[in-house]
């Protein structure tokens, strides 16, 4: 299994010993470094280029929304895990916007956290379950606030991927449904997000809703 450099950051520093303990346990994981608040992670990310920045949301000096989008954009192939105990829309959607390839809870357990830091590394998104249904909640009751022509066009196989994306279904169970392989369907998406200029399966739909390309089931 490939090698995960993690950089914890939180403003107290228990959460970061008690983190970095759970996180620890799996093999391939190191923690390179802590930071106690955005501008020390945006310098421990140039310092230590760690893959995946474990990121709380409210802290002093910078809190994490900020700092996820200065890293994401400056770092783009560094990932950003929101763990936090912020479970509002309010810090949610402005957190994913920023740029986060997931969204912790801080009950969650070690090895759904564990969980977590791989599929990030893999490149794919995890939400806790209280997240992923408040997202669902947000999307079907926000109104579209962008055309869907502000969104470059996809192909008609796009669409069909997006559709069973929207519909909660993994990669292998899109692949399953349109009797393709998970490659082709990994290629599919990476194709849209390169169109839309967005960076994992979160931000597709939460680009998608806004744009009322896509409803929730």
Not at 184 to 191: A, D, I, P, R
Request: proline share 4%; hydrophobic share 45%.
């Amino acid at each position: 299994m490939d090698a995960i450099r993690v950089l914890i950051t939180d403003d107290d520093p228990l959460v970061r010993v008690a983190l970095a303990h759970f996180v620890s346990r799996a093999p391939e994981i190191t923690v390179v470094a802590e930071a106690e608040n955005g501008v020390e992670a945006i310098d421990a990310v140039e310092r230590h280029q760690p893959d995946i920045v474990m990121m709380d949301v409210q802290m002093p000096v910078m809190g994490g929304i900020e700092a996820t989008g200065a890293i994401t954009a400056r770092w783009p192939d560094t990932c950003v895990l929101a763990v936090t105990t912020l479970d509002g829309r309010e810090t949610v959607i402005p957190m994913l916007s920023a740029g986060a390839s997931g969204y912790m809870l801080k009950d969650s357990s070690a090895d759904e956290i564990v969980a977590a830091l791989r599929q990030a590394r893999q490149g794919t998104s995890s939400l806790s379950p209280r997240i992923a249904a408040m997202l669902v909640q947000h999307v079907r009751e926000a109104h579209p606030t962008a055309s869907s022509d502000a969104l470059a066009g996809l192909s008609e196989r796009e669409h069909e991927v997006l559709e069973r994306l929207a519909r909660g279904m993994s990669n292998a169970e899109i692949a399953e449904s349109l009797h393709v392989s998970e490659g082709t369907v990994k290629s599919h998406l990476g194709s849209i997000m390169s169109k839309w200029h967005v960076r994992d399966r979160v931000q597709v739909l939460v680009a998608a809703a806004r744009a009322g390309l896509v409803t929730f089931s």
